[in-house]
């Protein structure tokens, strides 16, 4: 069994925490919170597991990692914070774990990764032995391995696109919603998420990664980018209101150009309610999906929509994210040391956890 810490038990860590508990070839050993008022409780009762798991939960980093892990899930978010995360990262490498995250964009792509990311990475593994994959639902498995799956049952491809389409008003990051996407803001608010180029740093790596797996050279990467504004005041659940008039719809495109033509396209469709933006595309059921799109012959489309915590989808994309993640603890832990990305690590099946309480 390898021993295995969750750190942050926010949307992601409750996921995480879950996931290591099913995998068979894991255990849980710890769990790392930043919170005081989670100090001393139970990890299944902060999964919402309905159960202990025997596993307190505590902020002394340096006493967890001391204790040796062989992978960290590192589960706090890196958005708002990338320095701290890539400090934390480093140090969980550096104990010698093997170190699994969705939370630092650059290095989804850690080939092309920019310097400042990549090479305290190479570092810390120089140092302790240990290794990293970084990758997610999207960025991540949404335009990386199910759209190069899935372009393997054509006969030709003409382009390739990967669609996220979501009702924000279910993703429960108000700072992200408001600030970083820009949700309620005035129309001329420059969120950072919708700043030139920085659609390319996070989207970019998926559509290299891609592009290498495909054997084709990109000329260029493009942004596109539309916003719309509420026509009328609305009510969240968890956020509150939004003003008519503030900006209530996203859509985006990062555009990998091959032969002059925009050939494999990240699409991004965001409302924080359904009224916004209605001509735009939409998910099958009004909340929110990922979608591929491969134009050829034949023409294929899949949607992939989970749920999870309660029918919500943005846990359910959380927990697939988490599910693509903690699935490959085992086989990192078998391989080499070293810096890994999405199209070194396999997608397995999942062995011995179908039943699986």
Known sequence: ????????????????????EAHPKLKLAAVLVHDPGKVGRDAGDLAGLGHGLGVAASDDIDAVLASGPGAVVYAATGDIRPDEALDDIGRAIRAGAVVVTPAL?????????????????????ADGGGSLFVSG????????VLPLLISGLG????????????????YEQEESVRYLVGMGQ???????????????MVWGGQIRLMAR??????????????RRPLTDTVSTRTMGEF??????????????????????VIEHVTRIHASCAPDWPTPPDGDGAHRVIIEGRPRIEVTVAATDEGENRSAGGNATAVGRLVGAVDWLVDAEPGLYDALDVPLRPAVGRLGRK
């Open 105 to 125: 964009y650059p290095l989804y792509d850690q080939r092309n990764a920019p310097p400042e990311f990549r090479e305290p990475m190479l570092a810390a593994i």
């Open 137 to 144: 639902v999207d960025p991540g498995w949404g335009n990386d």
């Open 243 to 264: 003003a008519v008039g503030t900006q209530g719809a996203v859509r985006f495109e990062v555009r990998g150009i091959v032969g002059g033509e925009p050939r494999i």
């Open 155 to 170: 006969t030709t491809v003409d382009a390739i696109r990967c669609q996220e389409i979501f009702d924000y008003s279910t």
């Open 1 to 20: 069994m390898i021993s295995t810490v969750v750190w942050g038990t926010g949307n992601v860590g409750r996921a995480a925490i879950r996931a290591v």
């Open 186 to 200: 005035p129309m001329d608010y420059e969120p950072l998420m919708l700043a030139p180029s920085v659609p390319t």
């Open 213 to 226: 797996a495909l054997g084709v050279e990109l000329d260029d990467i493009r942004e596109t980018l539309e």
